[in-house]
């Protein structure tokens, strides 16, 4: 099967910051376990909620990448691609890759305007 060459072999990821998708889709996300509440477990309780910036889960982004978007720390942005959206609170963080944002798992769904569906 050529999908498994029985050794160790790198494939080429279907979304990838090297992919078609990047062009459209510029910074890679990483999605990692909340240090604040276990998954979505307790987001209403007080060490999440105090983790949030304007009610929203924060997203680190490089201070280069929020520049070139126009963005400032506290900003509230829409964080999309094609299969969903969030709403999120920036944070700037020098520790990141230029091109890499941050954004904990497990928030719950707290639309700016329930009445909009995007």
Request: hydrophobic share 35%; glycine share 12%.
């Amino acid at each position: 099967m050529p999908d498994c060459v029985g050794h160790a072999t790198w494939y080429k990821p279907t979304e990838w910051l090297g992919g078609p998708r990047a062009a459209r889709y510029p910074l890679h996300l990483i999605a990692n376990q909340p240090r604040t509440r276990p998954h979505s477990q307790l987001d209403h309780g007080g060490a999440s909620m105090a983790s949030k910036v304007h009610g929203q889960e924060p997203i680190r982004i490089h201070p280069q990448d929020a520049a070139g978007r126009g963005l400032r720390a506290s900003d509230i942005v829409r964080v999309f691609n094609d299969r969903g959206a969030c709403l999120a609170g920036v944070v700037l963080d020098g520790g990141l890759r230029p091109g890499v944002v941050q954004l904990a798992t497990g928030a719950w769904y707290g639309p700016a305007d329930p009445a909009d569906p995007d």
